[in-house]
Nanobody
Framework: QVQLVESGGGLVQPGGSLRLSCVAS????????MGWFRQAPGKERELVAA????????YYPNSVKGRFTISRDNAKNTVHLQMNSLKPDDTAVYYC????????????????WGQGTQVTVSS
């Protein structure tokens, strides 16, 4: 049974930082590209970071480039999202996701999803 379990969300002030983590199980983690999506109320789901199987390839949209960093530890079946200089517009539910194809993931598709963790940026 595939599971992606996120943690690390919460309330943070503008300009602050959060680190999200996702632990995967039930599949061969190192065979899958990993990513983080987010969805705010009334908005479409958005990919905010993706990383290839070995961590050599990464993708960020302009909205988070330079502020967010994705990393993975294949030995621990874990992917992280370090979020710095957070803005109120970053408020959303953040989802961990996996796809066996990096191109598919960066195109917005995922084969496995986590349950999501809330990130709220507010003073």
């Amino acid at each position: 049974q595939v599971q992606l379990v996120e943690s690390g969300g919460g309330l943070v002030q503008p300009g602050g930082s959060l680190r999200l983590s996702c632990v995967a199980s039930g599949y061969t983690f190192s065979d899958y590209a990993m990513g983080w999506f987010r969805q705010a109320p009334g908005k479409e789901r958005e990919l905010v970071a993706a990383i290839g199987w070995l961590g050599r390839n990464t993708y960020y949209p302009n909205s988070v480039k330079g502020r967010f960093t994705i990393s993975r530890d294949n030995a621990k079946n874990t992917v992280h999202l370090q979020m710095n200089s957070l803005k109120p517009d970053d408020t959303a539910v953040y989802y961990c996701a996996a796809h066996s194809g990096y191109v598919h993931l960066t195109g917005g598709s995922a084969q496995y999803w986590g349950q999501g963790t809330q990130v709220t940026v507010s003073s």
